[in-house]
């Protein structure tokens, strides 16, 4: 139903293919979903009004994923070449470009009664978007990360698009403002949840499931929830700075650091933190819904879906 809102120009192909293949390959729309199952509560049915506002938010999400893929320099997403590796950096950077254009265009579509708020809640997310990823950027030059550091930036470069998700379903029903904000801080706590998970799953996941290689935040020593805890608890910082510092050319080495690096957090226990982590930060996702006067059960659903693989 999303995709069917989506439609990029034919031409310039060189700029507008590589934004139909990341679509493409993208995940479950968990943004868009969210939009809509949050606007849902509210017993409305999506027009094109509600529709091309929550496909903006899977644009905007993918625009930001063709610039992150540059700057972690990742050869895989979901399994297959990222668009800087299929065709080149200057291609992503503009295509990643006009797709965050090309969300503007359908944001605006916003039925006229909430629309300004839709376009300051989206445009605010979209700076702090930006900032959660400088601060991230930042860290991996930092030999010392604090875990409320870490939280700050995930919640910008993660949580607050799921918030402003999960809110702008609200607007876009013209559900009370203070609705509006239980399910922004709904969709904040999902989203701290989700990252969470993702970093766990990183560590410790499926890499047919997760769409990615294993370990690649450990061989690229990219501070992760993980790494902080495991930082905080260990006796011998020095140890593994060392171990997680290590360069690898091969895969052989490249394997060698992942197990090395994963036995050090299995010792620290830092991988069942991290699981109750999750837990923690979805109860409170969940707890953000109690005073609703709606039947919330599609977003406790939706909250189990996401971040259920993690607990």
Not at 61 to 82: A, E, W, Y
Not at 185 to 214: S, T
Not at 227 to 254: N, P, V
Request: with cysteine.
């Amino acid at each position: 139903m999303i995709d069917k809102v989506i439609n990029f120009p034919a031409e310039p192909a060189g700029l507008y293919d590589p934004l139909r293949y990341m679509m493409d390959i993208s995940g479950k729309r968990i943004r868009p979903t969210l939009c809509l199952l949050a606007h849902g509560l509210y017993g409305a049915a999506p027009g094109p009004d509600v529709l091309k506002p929550a496909a903006a938010l899977e644009v905007f999400h993918n625009f930001t994923l063709i610039h992150d893929d540059i700057m972690d320099r990742s050869p895989l997403r979901r399994g297959v070449p990222t668009v800087w590796k299929k065709w080149n950096e200057d291609t992503a950077i503009l295509s990643g470009d006009v797709m965050l254009i090309e969300a503007y265009k359908l944001i605006v579509n916003a039925p006229s009664h909430c629309r300004r708020a839709v376009l300051d809640l989206f445009s605010t997310t979209a700076g702090q978007v930006c900032e959660g990823q400088q601060y991230d950027m930042e860290f991996e030059g930092k030999e010392s990360v604090g875990m409320e550091e870490y939280n700050n930036m995930i919640g910008l470069k993660t949580a607050v698009l799921l918030a402003c998700s999960a809110k702008m379903g609200g607007l876009l029903a013209g559900a009370a403002d203070s609705d509006c904000e239980a399910l922004y801080r709904y969709g904040y706590y999902l989203g701290m949840a989700f990252q969470v998970a993702d970093d766990y799953l990183d560590a410790y996941g499926d890499e047919k499931v997760f769409g990615k290689p294993i370990g690649g935040d450990i061989i690229n020593g990219k501070k992760s929830w993980l790494t902080i805890r495991a930082l905080e608890k260990t006796t011998d910082r020095a140890a593994f700075l060392s171990a997680f510092g290590k360069e690898c050319s091969t895969q052989e080495q490249k394997q060698a650091k992942i197990a090395r690096i994963k036995s050090m957090y299995d010792a620290l226990g830092v991988d069942t933190e991290a699981r109750a982590e999750v837990v923690r930060y979805s109860d409170l996702a969940l707890e953000a819904l109690k005073d609703l006067q709606v039947d919330v059960s599609p977003l406790r659903d939706f909250a189990d879906r996401l971040v259920g693989r993690a607990k």
